[in-house]
């Protein structure tokens, strides 16, 4: 595999911190291709050997945002099984519903675009329910949950020019962790 072209943005550009707007369809080639070369570059960063390869940090998920677009497109590999992916491509989301059992990942969240380390813990919906569009313009309706929720949340975050640092409490980094489960 080849490793796709995408410069991925550093928490230090202001553009992660701006409000995404809503895609309009149908999907331009360049952003069929950019939505292609980012879950190609999600799974690489997922597999042993390519990781090393190319010297890439493991990635699940990927906002457009991040790669420069202010635009309400994000993208999801999970590895399901070893070396056996499941892809998301998730267009102009709307969350339903969420649950509220509240949870948080032990080992802390990371992104991409933050390359350092972070302590504490940032308070997500064990479940959600969203509607999205594919790249098609097909609408959709997901309900998603635990690390699949967590991982949604983060970036649909993204759209809205919130990064995971933001979410942690400053002056209490592990607030209410004894009422949320940890995941």
């Given at each position: 595999m080849e490793l796709p072209k995408i410069k991925i943005l550093d928490e230090k550009n202001k553009l992660l911190h701006k409000k995404s707007v809503d895609v309009k369809f149908p999907l331009s080639d360049k952003e069929k291709k950019d939505i292609k070369d980012m879950l190609l570059y999600l799974k690489m960063s997922q597999i042993d050997e390519e990781r090393e390869k190319y010297n890439l940090?493991?990635?699940m998920g990927l906002s457009y945002v991040q790669i420069g677009v202010l635009k309400r497109i994000f993208v999801v590999v999970d590895e399901v099984e070893e070396n056996k992916f499941e892809n998301y491509v998730v267009i102009n989301p709307k969350v339903l519903s969420m649950s509220e059992e509240m949870v948080y990942v032990g080992e802390g969240e990371g992104c991409l675009s933050?390359?350092?380390?972070t302590e504490g813990i940032?308070?997500?919906?064990?479940?959600?329910?969203?509607e999205a569009y594919d790249?098609?313009?097909?609408?959709?309706?997901i309900r998603v949950r635990e690390e699949l929720a967590i991982c949604f949340q983060h970036e649909m975050d993204h759209l809205d020019g919130i990064l995971f640092t933001d979410k942690i409490d400053k002056n209490n980094p592990f607030k209410d962790a004894e009422i949320m489960r940890e995941i």
């Open positions: 940090r493991a990635g933050i390359n350092r380390e940032v308070p997500r919906h064990a479940r959600m329910t969203i790249e098609e313009g097909n609408l959709y309706t």
